[in-house]
Structure formats: C-alpha cells, structure tokens
C-alpha cells in the first residue's frame, strides 16, 4: 500500500508540474505570436491539462522506473491523448482546448498519433504545445533517464525539427534567448505530500 500511494504521489505531482511548465512556456509562445489573449489563455489552459489522462494509466505503468518504457507500456501511453481529449470533452472547455489536447503528440511531418496528422492540418495550439511539451519533459527527470539542461534539451529538438511547425520553434529559439527561463521553470515546483494529495483526490 506505501508503495502504490508513492506511485500515486509521484504521478499525481509529476504531472501537474509538468502541466504547470508547458501551460507556462505555452502561453509564452503564444503571447511573443501576438495571439489575442482569449487564444493565450485557452492555449496555456491546454498545456496544463494535456497530459491529464496519463493519471488513468498509472496501474499500467508500475514499475517503469526499472528500464524505458516497454512495447507494452508504450501502447498504454499512445492512449493518453486520447484519455485527456475525453475528459476536456466531458466538462465542455472550448473546442479549441480539446482539439490542442488531442493532438498535442501529432508531428509536423506526419509521423505522430493518434491520426498521422500533418503540417497545417494539426491545430495550432497543438503545434504550439507540441514544441512546449517536448522542451518540458527533456529538462525533467525520467524514470529511465536524468534530466537535460537547457542547452542539451534545445540541441535535441533541433535534431528533430522536423516534428515542429518551424515558426513556432523559431519563436520558442528567441524566448529562450530572451527571457529568464530558470525563473519560469521554478514556478512548476509542487511541495505537496500524499496526504495533500489524497485529499484533492477524494
């Protein structure tokens, strides 16, 4: 039981700060685009509540800080898309918002999921989000890796420009060539223990 609430914490609080980051780096790309402000905020929105049906997979992903994710597991998480999409849909947040959600994994060359959509065929505020998510998960711990540092994390995306609309990673190259990213990032710290946890839970 102390381990599967651990897991539970560990999901519950990598998440949401994971959320917190790519609403945060979202809006801000967003915003340097001179998007109007409902878009901004509707984006940032996204960001934060893309990853939510990742929570549904948890029982399926116990143990996964032992080695990368397995065939098995990687099914399971090609679904959480998908999972998210359902819960956004289900409280009514706007279309733009389940549609970003949705296709927040889709690549710009068409290699992605769920539906190999390609170029401008993925909404904008998933392409924004895509560049947004990437950079938040390279500079975060992995159970199966350590964290990159910025500089790493953006020579990596470089190297696979081609999953990103190239004028939205430009405008994300400037942001990080502008703005204090440390003190974005710093924002996304989650000090809560499992009690807190359980009790937003219930």
């Known amino acids: 039981m102390q381990e599967h609430n651990e897991l539970i914490m560990e999901d ?8 917190i980051n790519v609403a945060n780096l979202s809006y801000l790309i967003a915003k340097e685009m001179e998007l109007d402000e409902d878009m901004c905020y ?12 990742k929570l549904q997979l948890s029982q399926y992903l116990y143990g996964r800080n032992k080695t990368a994710l397995e065939v098995e597991e990687m099914k399971y ?18 279309y733009l918002v389940q549609e970003s959600v949705l296709y927040h994994h889709e690549n710009y060359d068409g290699s992605g999921y769920p539906e190999n959509l390609k170029g401008d065929d993925i909404p904008l505020g998933a392409r924004i989000i895509k560049v947004a998510d990437t950079f938040a998960a390279l500079i975060s711990d992995r159970p199966y890796r350590k964290a990159f540092d910025y500089e790493t994390a953006m020579e990596l995306m470089i ?3 081609k999953n990103y609309d190239i004028k939205i990673f430009l ?28 009790e937003l839970l219930a």
């Open 12 to 19: 519950f609080k990598g998440n949401l700060s994971h959320g």
């Open 42 to 53: 509707d984006i940032a929105l996204s960001g934060f509540l893309h990853d939510i049906g």
């Open 77 to 94: 998480m090609r679904m959480h898309s998908k999972l998210s999409y359902d819960i956004v849909q289900h409280y009514d947040l706007p």
């Open 159 to 161: 190297d696979e420009a």
């Open 171 to 198: 405008v994300f190259q400037r942001i990080m060539n502008t703005m204090n990213i440390d003190d974005i990032i710093s924002k996304s710290v989650i000090d809560m223990d499992i009690d807190d946890i359980m």
